[in-house]
């Protein structure tokens, strides 16, 4: 089941509101959690047990890290870690290390693939996130199985994110009352992620589908491609994202923010403190922190960031184009420090810009790729090799509707820096009753439609 679809829409979420409105306060969390498992559970009953598995150890492991001192805490923490990140190495990892290894000739036998739960990744960044956070002691363990389980498995950021660290809801998972403001809010939130998705983002998916579907595309035909994937990325996964801060708010949970105008950057520094918050935070809490970060010399901060971003890129995919595409960005960083260590003059606002969104859609090219066939294909479509102009098959693609997205698309990812009028309020903020007219486009619009995946499932 996904949010964008009719059972989710006008059966899952109805049942689901009534139920939480009409049982008392204090089975609230347990209406949540039992939602939830019925909402996993219409992809793949089967990959239940797994994730109560991982949230039943990784609320015991918290127990006990508090409970123990010394080398049993140390033991303790590294046993709440290694469980749940295990499971993600086996489900997420093993193919691609199977199929790498019979391609260097390694006489493997049969092998059958091994399926990836989705959503995993966020599922265990959240377990690892809380036992390291009760070990460093800056939230308390959780006693109650029946909160902790529902802060890790709510419907609403389960599948795609955001990731969603405990300290942020603990709170509100022990006490919240109804608040008709902030359902509101909530509610205006989700019907905004869901128009764009559907009216933006899988809009462009068909064309970027075609454009990368192309034996030899040329240096148009690649442009359009990944401009178009620029776009369909970003509304579909900041359209979950909304939709699933939309959700949290209805029944009283704050999710953090995971996007800020991410393509109004002027620097991949910065482009990393506005695309996929949740996560470039957790990385550097968690991950590049605990390397060592900047506290030994610059060229340690360095390969640690470069390290960092590498894990970061094979996190998001079972390919080595993930990886690449981390080195990339672990360069890009690595690049902009030593240009502001060197001392090297400030680069005029718009040509910053103008680097900055190159280097993320050149990025994006790889990270849409599935293998290196792929990738090559594209780069060498980029390079000139196919010729220069748009292809016919791209301009059959490319058709009105596509094209129009694609204007509408630039607009709204630019309209913040225009001079406040009331335009730029209408698309920056949009009010309930915008909200609410766009969702119901929304909604007619996709019964002429398949149903699209959001992208970051298969994260």
């Given at each position: 089941?996904?949010?964008?679809?009719?059972?989710?829409?006008?059966?899952?979420?109805?049942?689901?509101?009534?139920?939480?409105?009409?049982?008392?306060?204090?089975?609230?969390?347990?209406?949540?959690?039992?939602?939830?498992?019925?909402?996993?559970?219409?992809?793949?009953?089967?990959?239940?047990?797994?994730?109560?598995?991982?949230?039943?150890?990784?609320?015991?492991?918290?127990?006990?890290?508090?409970?123990?001192?010394?080398?049993?805490?140390?033991?303790?923490?590294?046993?709440?870690?290694?469980?749940?990140?295990?499971?993600?190495?086996?489900?997420?990892?093993?193919?691609?290390?199977?199929?790498?290894?019979?391609?260097?000739?390694?006489?493997?036998?049969?092998?059958?693939?091994?399926?990836?739960?989705?959503?995993?990744?966020?599922?265990?960044?959240?377990?690892?996130?809380?036992?390291?956070?009760?070990?460093?002691?800056?939230?308390?363990?959780?006693?109650?199985?029946?909160?902790?389980?529902?802060?890790?498995?709510?419907?609403?950021?389960?599948?795609?994110?955001?990731?969603?660290?405990?300290?942020?809801?603990?709170?509100?998972?022990?006490?919240?009352?109804?608040?008709?403001?902030?359902?509101?809010?909530?509610?205006?939130?989700?019907?905004?992620?869901?128009?764009?998705?559907?009216?933006?983002?899988?809009?462009?998916?068909?064309?970027?589908?075609?454009?990368?579907?192309?034996?030899?595309?040329?240096?148009?035909?690649?442009?359009?491609?990944?401009?178009?994937?620029?776009?369909?990325?970003?509304?579909?996964?900041?359209?979950?994202?909304?939709?699933?801060?939309?959700?949290?708010?209805?029944?009283?949970?704050?999710?953090?923010?995971?996007?800020?105008?991410?393509?109004?950057?002027?620097?991949?520094t910065e482009f990393w403190r506005r695309w996929h918050i949740s996560l470039s935070s957790w990385l550097r809490d968690y991950l590049y922190i605990p390397l060592g970060g900047n506290r030994s010399g610059k060229v340690r901060s360095y390969l640690n960031l470069l390290v960092t971003m590498a894990l970061g890129?094979?996190?998001?995919?079972?390919?080595?184009?993930?990886?690449?595409?981390?080195?990339?960005?672990?360069?890009?960083?690595?690049?902009?420090?030593?240009?502001?260590?060197?001392?090297?003059?400030?680069?005029?606002?718009?040509?910053?810009?103008?680097?900055?969104?190159?280097?993320?859609?050149?990025?994006?090219?790889?990270?849409?790729?599935?293998?290196?066939?792929?990738?090559?294909?594209?780069?060498?479509?980029?390079?000139?090799?196919?010729?220069?102009?748009?292809?016919?098959?791209?301009?059959?693609?490319?058709?009105?509707?596509?094209?129009?997205?694609?204007?509408?698309?630039?607009?709204?990812?630019?309209?913040?820096?225009?001079?406040?009028?009331?335009?730029?309020?209408?698309?920056?903020?949009?009010?309930?009753?915008?909200?609410?007219?766009?969702?119901?486009?929304?909604?007619?619009?996709?019964?002429?439609?398949?149903?699209?995946?959001?992208?970051?499932?298969?994260?």
């Amino acid at each position: 089941m996904v949010f964008v679809s009719d059972s989710f829409v006008f059966l899952f979420l109805p049942v689901f509101l009534l139920a939480y409105a009409v049982v008392p306060s204090a089975f609230r969390n347990l209406t949540i959690l039992l939602f939830s498992l019925i909402f996993y559970g219409w992809w793949r009953f089967d990959f239940l047990p797994l994730l109560v598995a991982i949230a039943c150890w990784s609320w015991a492991s918290g127990l006990w890290i508090v409970r123990s001192a010394g080398r049993e805490r140390r033991a303790a923490l590294l046993a709440a870690i290694l469980v749940p990140l295990a499971s993600l190495v086996w489900f997420k990892y093993a193919n691609l290390l199977v199929e790498s290894a019979i391609a260097l000739g390694a006489p493997i036998g049969n092998w059958t693939p091994v399926p990836l739960p989705i959503g995993l990744s966020f599922f265990v960044f959240g377990a690892i996130s809380y036992s390291v956070d009760v070990y460093r002691k800056t939230v308390a363990a959780e006693p109650s199985l029946i909160n902790y389980a529902t802060y890790q498995a709510m419907f609403g950021h389960l599948v795609a994110g955001p990731v969603v660290r405990y300290q942020s809801v603990a709170e509100r998972l022990k006490a919240r009352s109804f608040d008709l403001a902030e359902f509101t809010e909530g509610w205006r939130r989700f019907m905004l992620g869901f128009s764009q998705k559907v009216l933006l983002g899988d809009t462009l998916a068909p064309l970027v589908d075609a454009g990368y579907a192309l034996p030899t595309p040329s240096t148009a035909d690649v442009i359009l491609t990944v401009t178009a994937y620029t776009l369909h990325l970003y509304f579909d996964f900041a359209g979950y994202s909304s939709m699933a801060i939309g959700l949290g708010l209805m029944v009283g949970l704050k999710f953090p923010e995971n996007f800020d105008n991410p393509y109004l950057s002027r620097s991949i520094t910065e482009f990393w403190r506005r695309w996929h918050i949740s996560l470039s935070s957790w990385l550097r809490d968690y991950l590049y922190i605990p390397l060592g970060g900047n506290r030994s010399g610059k060229v340690r901060s360095y390969l640690n960031l470069l390290v960092t971003m590498a894990l970061g890129g094979l996190w998001h995919g079972a390919s080595w184009t993930f990886l690449v595409w981390g080195i990339w960005h672990g360069l890009g960083l690595i690049i902009a420090r030593l240009w502001g260590a060197i001392g090297a003059p400030a680069i005029p606002r718009l040509v910053s810009h103008l680097l900055t969104i190159v280097f993320v859609m050149m990025g994006w090219l790889l990270f849409r790729a599935q293998d290196w066939q792929v990738a090559t294909t594209m780069m060498s479509g980029l390079s000139g090799q196919n010729g220069l102009a748009l292809s016919p098959a791209m301009m059959a693609a490319a058709r009105p509707t596509e094209f129009l997205t694609l204007c509408l698309g630039v607009l709204v990812i630019y309209m913040p820096i225009v001079p406040d009028n009331f335009a730029r309020r209408l698309v920056v903020r949009p009010p309930f009753e915008l909200a609410a007219a766009l969702w119901l486009c929304s909604l007619w619009t996709m019964q002429s439609r398949s149903v699209i995946p959001f992208l970051y499932f298969q994260f």
